[in-house]
């Protein structure tokens, strides 16, 4: 971004595609994202939103700190805008008349784009919450965009084949805000396909519809389950001692699984401390183990028959998921990079809670295990259809 570029944004008062503000609250600027990723013209181009900068195109004389540049960036990976829009925060063009922060939105291959459950658009000088017409009209480009395993249609599937209660239960009114809900006269088809889980074209779920609400999800992804198994001793070798299998809809396996690692792999003990009172260690942090659980859910390749192998040693615990590392992720940008090789799944998993923040908790698992004793989980980045974690137990567990 050139001090050129920016004078011609600034100069252009006519375009759908430009937004001039001095504000940085993310009431403001969330809606604008939304609107220029659902580019509801379909002119796919970005949007340009120029902070610092008065309606009329004039400068505000404002200047910018870095604390608050972090505060625009956050913007993206909070999760009130999903799915996570694709935008770059430009470094600041400074003017006489004051500074300028351009934000460049692009076009979401994956519309309907919602910030806090309103699907915002932009037409012309009209920004504002889209209608049904519109929002279908954003569901049906998005077929022709799917590029990922979960927004590809499960042909062959039905709507008898996910639950229909669960999904109008215990998801929709998480994901859309009560307004629109209380408006809200669609077909069932219309209402799974504007989330992402069904495919109006060829009349069937989506891979993430059967995933997260199907009522057999085995049956049209195989690998679609979790193999818990814990052994005696330190290596798979050693004797056997108990197994799981969590199958089924996600909606509710997830909390099922959430149960089972609190109740059961998470222990306690009292330990005497230098100063002699008793204090309280645990054997894994909670948060961190369920936090690297969910991380392997949502960024594994369904296209494997492989299922997440969930292995409890006397010593650690592994966890290993079919796919490597994904996009723009490497072994020397990880864990500081994100992308998204599930975009539906990823979603869920923030609307229902099990996500706080995208690309945020593999680094606060880190943390956690740290602060616990466990030291830092080693995590096998070298091959390409697998990724592995390896969980050390605290060491004053042993």
């Known amino acids: 971004m050139t001090k050129d570029k920016v004078l011609a944004l600034l100069q252009d008062l006519e375009s759908d595609t430009i937004e001039r503000t001095t504000s940085i609250r993310e009431d403001k600027l969330g809606p604008v994202i939304c609107a220029f990723a659902n580019d509801y013209a379909n002119r796919k181009r970005s949007g340009y939103i120029l902070l610092g900068v008065n309606d009329n195109g004039s400068l505000a004389g404002m200047r910018w700190r870095d604390e608050q540049l972090q505060q625009i960036g956050n913007i993206k990976a909070n999760g009130r805008i999903l799915p996570p829009p694709s935008l770059v925060v430009h470094p600041v063009i400074p003017f006489d008349e004051g500074e300028v922060v351009v934000v460049e939105v692009l076009p979401s291959s994956y519309p309907p784009v919602r910030f806090d459950g309103r699907c915002w658009i932009r037409v012309g000088p009209r920004q504002a919450i889209a209608t049904v017409e519109e929002e279908k009209t954003l569901t049906e480009r998005r077929a022709s965009y799917a590029k990922s395993f979960d927004l590809a249609p499960a042909l062959g ?178 864990p500081n990079a994100s992308d998204y090789r599930n975009i539906v799944l990823a979603e869920a998993l923030k609307i229902l809670g099990y996500v706080n923040k995208f690309n945020y908790g593999v680094r606060r698992a880190i943390h956690e295990l740290k602060i616990n004793g466990n030291g830092e989980p080693e995590f096998d980045l070298d091959h390409q259809t697998t990724f592995k974690v390896s969980i050390p137990i605290n060491k004053n567990w042993l």
Request: with cysteine; hydrophobic share 35%.
């Open 157 to 334: 599937a039905s709507m008898e084949d996910i639950s229909l209660e669960l999904f109008r239960t215990s998801y929709l009114p998480l994901a859309i805000d009560k307004d629109t809900l209380s408006q809200n006269n669609r077909s069932p088809e219309s209402q799974l396909a504007s989330l992402r889980f069904y495919d109006l074209k060829n009349n069937c779920p989506t891979n993430g519809g059967i995933l997260v609400f199907g009522l057999n999800p085995e049956f049209f992804i195989p690998g679609a389950y979790i193999q818990y198994l814990k052994f005696s001793g330190d290596d798979t070798t050693s004797k056997l001692l108990f197994e799981k299998k969590f199958s089924g809809a996600l909606i509710t396996e997830l909390k099922n699984l959430d149960d089972f690692i609190r109740a059961n792999l998470i222990k306690t003990r009292p330990i005497r401390s230098n100063s002699f009172r008793e204090e309280e260690i645990s054997n894994y942090p909670f948060w961190a183990l369920r936090e690297l659980t969910m991380n392997s859910i949502m960024h594994r390749n369904y296209e494997s028959n492989a299922p997440i192998y969930f292995y409890e040693f006397n010593n650690r615990i592994e966890i290993i998921n079919p796919g490597g590392l994904f996009g723009q992720v490497t072994k020397e940008n990880f």
